[in-house]
């Protein structure tokens, strides 16, 4: 009689394990189906979510573009690229825009070669940051919406289509030619003959 009531129970435990592994793969099942529809919904824009992902993305950018400069010509860069930005959603940054290689490229444009001096790279970045500065003034865009990129940026920029883009890039002969009257460019008679960016 033993022998049957230990039967028994095994075979009620053997059932109750069943179940247990039964419960356990449909928990399994809806967790996965639970985490598939969460992605879901913050890729499609879960409305309670998209301001937060906004947010996150706008500090995420803040971080990479608020770097503490090494030296008085990423100073000036950092200066020149933030005033861009202003008029730029998701702007390149100055971790991209402002790099050691990236700042030889640029200074290398400088003429005469005897030209290329800290000093004077710093004035252009000033120049340039002055002309960038009056393209947002004068530019719609830049006081209803923003541009969503750096390239679209610099390419309405060069557009020569509306007055901003005019006075942008007259305020740019004017600092690339040498006439320029900015601190760091004015009598050194430096020129930059080619675009920078």
């Known amino acids: 009689m033993s022998l049957s009531k230990s039967g028994k129970i095994l075979a009620f435990q053997r059932i109750e394990i069943k179940k247990n592994d039964i419960y356990m793969k449909n928990l399994k099942q809806k967790g996965i189906i639970l985490v598939l529809l969460t992605l879901l919904q913050a890729s499609c824009g879960g409305s309670d979510n998209t301001s937060k ?22 100073a000036a860069c950092f200066n020149f690229i933030s005033a861009e930005n202003t008029c730029i959603t998701l702007p390149d940054g100055q971790s991209v825009s402002c790099t050691d290689s990236e700042i030889s490229r640029i200074k290398s444009g400088i003429q005469t070669s005897d030209k290329r001096t800290d000093s004077i790279l710093i004035g252009f970045f000033g ?22 990129t750096t390239k679209s940026y610099r390419e309405a ?37 080619t675009q920078p960016f």
């Open 53 to 74: 992902r906004q947010e996150q993305l706008q500090l995420l950018i803040y971080l990479r573009n608020n770097q503490s400069p090494t030296s008085s010509t990423q």
């Open 127 to 148: 120049c340039w940051k002055n002309c960038a500065i009056l393209f947002n003034a004068a530019n719609s865009i830049c006081t209803t919406s923003k541009y969503p």
């Open 157 to 193: 920029q060069k557009s020569t289509s509306n007055t901003a883009s005019v006075a942008w890039g007259s305020c740019m002969t004017t600092c690339n030619s040498g006439a320029s009257e900015e601190s760091g460019l004015k009598g050194t008679g430096a020129t930059y003959p």
